[in-house]
């Protein structure tokens, strides 16, 4: 376990989470801490709560959200259509790929809330690396997350900012005090994989040098494994 989450593992934390993971499974917002800034949550089988992030935070519809996933074992079992290098490189780490929407999504989230992530064609996906996430999310099931603060103010790094930020109008706020990293997420754009092309459509907490390093390691897994 990361010494970040050793030192948010705490019985108060995993108290706060289990409440938390209820409230979400019974429609709430929530905002929550991720393995880079807080977040606002809210779980897949309920899209008005997704919808009410977007409303919240003002922020248009068309603006994209993230489909945050317990592990890989659940985009696995999605049997997305995706290129091998794209398997490989989706792993659990701080930052997201966007990817080509599918008929996997249909076996994670219901018709109504896949409307509401990224556009028509793609969506951001990120696989959590903090154990207590990653323990909170299996609690609640994938959940659609936006990082906890009003469109185009700062990020929130404290509890104490999501709830000057949202106040009643969401339902509770976990309270880890500061968070993991102090930037929101670089998200990765996953398009045009096939071709051997990424890009980025946000650089932030984790940097450009280090998301390349992880996906020459995915090709030359990938590369391994079909000279076997």
């Known amino acids: 376990m990361a010494e970040a989450d050793r030192r948010n593992f705490n019985a108060g934390f995993v108290t706060d989470l289990n409440a938390a993971a209820k409230k979400l499974k019974e429609g709430k917002v929530i905002g929550i801490p991720t393995d880079s800034v807080y977040a ?14 977007f409303e919240i935070k003002k922020r248009p519809l068309e603006t994209a959200v993230t489909l945050l996933l317990p592990d890989k074992e659940t985009l696995e079992n999605a049997k997305p259509n ?10 659990p780490c ?11 999504l249909k076996k994670i989230c219901p018709e109504e809330t896949i409307k509401l992530l990224g556009d028509k064609d793609s ?16 609690k609640s099931g994938p959940l659609v997350i936006s990082s906890a603060n009003k469109h185009k103010e700062p990020d929130s790094t404290h509890h104490d900012m999501v709830e000057r930020a949202f106040g009643d109008a969401i339902d509770g706020v976990v309270k880890a ?6 930037k929101s997420s670089s998200i ?26 992880d996906y020459r390691a995915a090709k030359e897994s990938v590369r391994t494994l079909t000279n076997k």
């Not at 606002?40 to 997704?50: Q, Y």
């Open 40 to 53: 606002l949550a809210a779980s897949v089988n309920h899209p008005e709560s997704v919808r009410k992030i």
């Open 82 to 91: 995706f290129h091998p290098v794209l398997m490989a490189f989706i792993k």
């Open 94 to 104: 701080p930052y997201g790929f966007v990817v080509p929407k599918g008929d996997w």
């Open 123 to 138: 969506v951001c996906i990120r696989i959590t690396n903090s154990t207590p996430l990653c323990l909170f999310c299996l």
């Open 177 to 182: 005090g500061n968070s993991l990293l102090k």
């Open 188 to 213: 990765v754009n996953c398009l045009d994989i096939q071709n051997d092309r990424i890009s980025y459509f946000r650089i932030g907490s984790t940097s450009q040098d280090d998301i390349f390093r």
